[in-house]
């Protein structure tokens, strides 16, 4: 009897082992109109966008016909994925945001995208939401002159709207995790881009047009915390958006430079960041 529990338990503990040692993996595939036997698809998955990206992994696949597939690990983090055809003319399809477990299966007629499979539809809400903003964007132009800048700020705020009326819509079809994801990526842009206005119109310029650009912006009713709910970091001090970086960045030399009236020191900034964050948000910074 004794034999038969001792078996019995490094059994149990073989098949844990093995259960704790199986890597996960998801699926990418794709089927297009112009993929041709001998064509190579790159596939780049990274933690972050932006000025983050090259932080990454890459794979290559063959097509095969005019479809491709492979399988890559899967996260249990939110990822950007990358996926570039190398044709002449043909652009790439990304980045999304990939969440943990799910497939990318899409498909490419006349140009029309189509995703595919269970998590089709957080797939589709990317897309759909970088054609409104792009489309906001010829509406709302951005004017760069002290006395437009209200009304260049009010147009950025317009498109967030915008996006955001949008993922409300197809919130119940995403997931809460996605819709939360997605909704922060939003404001952040949005956020972003107002920060680097400034940083584009004053940055390095005379006294004087950086005062008036100050002024301006100093009667502009709460230009950068309109969006209560944004988070820059998670639970575990990781950036929470693409556009983290690029924002924690364009924010010290707003703070620290533009509306403190100094020059921008990379001692100074790095003071900056490490006061103001910490874990990997600060590490990758």
């Known amino acids: 009897m004794m034999k038969k529990i001792i078996f019995l338990t490094f059994l149990w503990f073989l098949t844990c082992v093995q259960l704790f040692a199986a890597e996960y993996r998801v699926k990418i595939s794709g089927q297009t109109d112009f993929l041709k036997d001998g064509d190579t698809i790159a596939v780049t998955v990274s ?43 043909q652009a790439d399809l990304g980045p999304l945001l990939m969440f943990p477990g799910d497939d990318l299966d899409f498909g490419i007629q006349k140009a029309e995208i189509v995703f595919k499979g269970r998590s089709a539809k957080r797939f589709e809400v990317q897309l759909q939401l970088e054609t409104l903003s792009a489309r906001c964007k010829q ?7 002290p006395e437009k800048l209200a009304s260049s700020f009010s147009g950025i705020d317009s498109c967030a709207v915008a996006c955001l009326r949008l993922l409300d819509r197809r919130k119940s079809g995403i997931g809460r995790s996605a819709f939360e994801w997605l909704r922060n990526e939003v404001m952040a842009e949005a956020i972003t881009a107002k920060l680097g206005y400034l940083t584009y119109t004053c940055l390095n310029k005379p006294a004087a047009v950086q005062d008036q650009y100050i002024t301006a912006l100093r009667k502009y009713a709460r230009p950068f915390n309109s969006y209560p709910s944004f988070v820059a970091a998670d639970s575990l001090d990781r950036p929470a958006s693409k556009f983290a970086v690029e924002m924690i960045y364009r924010q010290y030399l707003v703070d620290s430079c533009i509306l403190a009236g100094r020059k921008f020191r990379l001692h100074d900034c790095y003071l900056y960041e490490s006061r103001h964050f910490r874990g990997a948000l600060r590490s990758n910074w």
Request: net charge positive.
């Open 47 to 89: 933690p972050y966008a932006g000025r983050l990206s090259e932080l990454k992994s890459s794979f290559t696949v063959p097509a095969s016909g005019n479809h491709f597939a492979l399988e890559i690990p899967d996260d249990d983090q939110p990822r950007f994925i990358l996926i570039r055809f190398n044709k002449p003319g």
């Open 139 to 145: 509406h709302f132009k951005t004017v760069y002159a």
